[in-house]
């Protein structure tokens, strides 16, 4: 465990841190055939969408002017050109009207498929549930996750792999990775918590809530986002890797 505070200097021991056209000859005293008006058709008479994606509806053949439109605008628009785009998950009809003539495509929308939760995903979402439950049993505000934090907690967690310490493999401190472009937070203050070898967020978190420089960490009020790390490697020394980056903001 890391403590460090932007502007203070302190040493301290734990870390809290992607026509072609063809000439046809034709007798002067035959009729040309043109196509008929039957002919002219969508590319599509219905359609599936997800929520936020788009879809290009063309009307051929014509040459003619088309107006495009849609019976619910809420489930989904239709541009001047006919491109569509899903916005709620329902039914509506899109047509084209082309003169008189009209041309319909059914449409429906669905939401977006639920993203499916690794076994990290799960571990961190836990991780933080916990930290929560513990805070709140001392009266203090929850924590906040944090992307950015995250992202950098899971580049720690695998570091750990190469040297378990608040040392980085390069020499570096652990908040170092605060400064990195891909990382870069601005802070008040910063701490780290690590850990190996725990199976699982109940585990860890016991074992951090058992040892008094972890434990104020997580119940510090000197932070108001968190992020958490979770890396596994069977072939590593301890194989579970765990790092908590608590962050106070401005």
């Given at each position: 465990?890391?403590?460090?505070?932007?502007?203070?200097?302190?040493?301290?021991?734990?870390?809290?841190?992607?026509?072609?056209?063809?000439?046809?000859?034709?007798?002067?005293?035959?009729?040309?055939?043109?196509?008929?008006?039957?002919?002219?058709?969508?590319?599509?008479?219905?359609?599936?969408?997800?929520?936020?994606?788009?879809?290009?509806?063309?009307?051929?053949?014509?040459?003619?002017?088309?107006?495009?439109?849609?019976?619910?605008?809420?489930?989904?628009?239709?541009?001047?050109?006919?491109?569509?785009?899903?916005?709620?998950?329902?039914?509506?009809?899109?047509?084209?009207?082309?003169?008189?003539?009209?041309?319909?495509?059914?449409?429906?929308?669905?939401?977006?498929?639920?993203?499916?939760?690794?076994?990290?995903?799960?571990?961190?979402?836990?991780?933080?549930?916990l930290i929560n439950k513990e805070r709140k049993a001392q009266g203090k505000s929850s924590l906040k996750m944090n992307d950015t934090l995250n992202a950098a907690a899971d580049k720690r967690a695998k570091e750990l792999t190469q040297l378990f310490s608040h040392t980085r493999p390069n020499g570096e401190s652990c908040f170092s990775i605060l400064s990195e472009k891909k990382y870069q937070v601005n802070y008040r203050s910063a701490?780290?918590?690590?850990?190996?070898?725990?199976?699982?967020?109940?585990?860890?978190?016991?074992?951090?809530?058992?040892?008094?420089?972890?434990?104020?960490?997580?119940?510090?009020?000197?932070?108001?986002?968190?992020?958490?790390?979770?890396?596994?490697?069977?072939?590593?020394?301890?194989?579970?890797?765990?790092?908590?980056?608590?962050?106070?903001?401005?």
């Amino acid at each position: 465990m890391k403590s460090v505070k932007k502007k203070i200097t302190a040493m301290l021991l734990a870390i809290l841190l992607i026509f072609s056209g063809s000439m046809i000859a034709v007798d002067v005293m035959q009729p040309v055939t043109v196509a008929a008006a039957s002919a002219v058709k969508l590319n599509k008479t219905s359609l599936t969408m997800t929520k936020g994606k788009t879809y290009q509806l063309k009307l051929r053949p014509t040459q003619k002017k088309v107006k495009w439109s849609s019976s619910k605008k809420t489930v989904v628009s239709v541009s001047k050109s006919g491109k569509l785009t899903a916005k709620k998950a329902g039914k509506a009809t899109i047509t084209a009207k082309v003169g008189k003539k009209k041309y319909t495509c059914k449409v429906t929308v669905k939401n977006k498929p639920a993203a499916v939760l690794t076994k990290a995903d799960k571990e961190k979402a836990e991780v933080l549930k916990l930290i929560n439950k513990e805070r709140k049993a001392q009266g203090k505000s929850s924590l906040k996750m944090n992307d950015t934090l995250n992202a950098a907690a899971d580049k720690r967690a695998k570091e750990l792999t190469q040297l378990f310490s608040h040392t980085r493999p390069n020499g570096e401190s652990c908040f170092s990775i605060l400064s990195e472009k891909k990382y870069q937070v601005n802070y008040r203050s910063a701490g780290e918590n690590i850990a190996a070898g725990y199976t699982d967020a109940a585990d860890v978190m016991n074992g951090w809530m058992n040892s008094p420089g972890h434990r104020a960490n997580i119940l510090s009020d000197s932070y108001d986002q968190v992020g958490i790390g979770y890396y596994y490697d069977a072939n590593a020394p301890y194989r579970y890797y765990w790092v908590q980056i608590f962050m106070g903001s401005w």
